[in-house]
């Protein structure tokens, strides 16, 4: 497993931006043999779905349709960082987001297919 911190989130009005980022450690072994890092996000009475997905090593990515055109998931692997930038944020993307990571060969789009998690940030958009 790895470590995973998020930082970033924060108060926002509906149509700004936040960028989360998400900082891995651990074991080299552990990070060098991550096969994905995504987000999650858990809004209050709901379950926590899954965001966007990015494949550590080819850099190919996924995202649930409602984020698709407004957030981009990157990755730097030599700092071992994760981003998601949230731009043309709305009301109902309020929630706690959670940084994932997870082995090759599982699916990407449920919590699952992730075995380290971080502390979660708060995202919060007013309209």
């Known amino acids: 497993q790895v470590q995973l911190v998020e930082s970033g989130g924060g108060l926002v009005q509906a149509g700004g931006s936040l960028r989360l980022s998400c900082a891995a450690s651990?074991?080299?072994?552990?990070?060098?043999?991550?096969?994905?890092m995504g987000w999650f996000r858990q809004a209050p009475g709901k379950e926590r779905e899954f965001v966007a997905a990015?494949?550590?090593?080819?850099?190919?990515?996924n995202y649930v349709d409602s984020v698709k055109g407004r957030f981009t998931i990157s990755r730097d692997n030599m700092k071992n960082t994760v981003v998601l930038q949230m731009n043309s944020l709305k009301p109902e993307d309020t929630a706690v987001y959670y940084c994932?990571?997870?082995?090759?060969?599982?699916?990407?789009?449920?919590?699952?297919?992730?075995?380290?998690w971080g502390q979660g940030t708060q995202v919060t958009v007013t309209s």
């Open positions: 990015i494949n550590w090593r080819d850099g190919s990515t």
């Open positions: 651990g074991r080299f072994f552990s990070i060098a043999t991550m096969g994905r």
């Open positions: 994932a990571a997870g082995p090759a060969g599982t699916a990407y789009y449920t919590d699952k297919g992730y075995d380290s």
